[in-house]
């Protein structure tokens, strides 16, 4: 039995960075500073059930404050730019073509160092959604300072 394969160039599985708006509801007050984040693959978008695939732009000074997931492992790949990633206990210089893995649970965070647009691809295991994968700041586990 043979099956015919069609080309198309759409299809709902098919996401890209210029048809999928970056998110309104993150606020620089939860941690979000300045960033232009958006959900490419998602359960909502495409129907994963265990991970997500985002693509954020951090303009210069932008940061992404120290927070955890306890549901989710995550990975952050830098396609342009420089910046320090927080990961653990350790700040982790980060340049094009260099990644990092985040376990699930730990801290971790990011900041463009640089004077260029950091332009960082990521993505969650473990979790399809922000929801899921869960967000505790650092400053909400650590009141006191």
């Known amino acids: 039995m043979s099956q015919t394969i069609?080309?198309?160039?759409?299809h709902p599985m098919k996401k890209s960075f210029d048809a999928t708006p970056s998110d309104q509801v993150l606020r620089a007050e939860d941690g979000w500073v300045d960033m232009d984040v958006r959900w490419l693959l998602t359960r909502e978008t495409v129907g994963a059930d265990h991970s997500v695939f985002g693509i954020t732009v951090f303009p210069p000074g932008s940061k992404h404050d120290?927070?955890?997931?306890p549901n989710a492992e995550e990975f952050?790949?830098?396609?342009s730019g420089h910046g320090?990633?927080?990961?653990?206990?350790a700040d982790v210089e980060l340049g094009p073509g260099e990644v990092v893995f985040?376990?699930?649970n730990d801290y971790h965070g990011f900041?463009?160092?640089g004077d260029e647009p950091v332009f960082m691809i990521w993505g969650y295991a473990g979790a399809a959604s922000l929801d899921e994968a869960g967000y505790i700041r650092y400053v909400d586990d650590h009141p006191e300072g």
């Open 6 to 10: 069609r080309r198309v160039s759409e």
């Open 66 to 69: 120290i927070h955890r997931h």
């Open 76 to 79: 952050e790949y830098l396609v």
């Open 84 to 89: 320090i990633a927080r990961v653990g206990d």
């Open 102 to 104: 985040v376990p699930a």
């Open 111 to 113: 900041e463009n160092t």
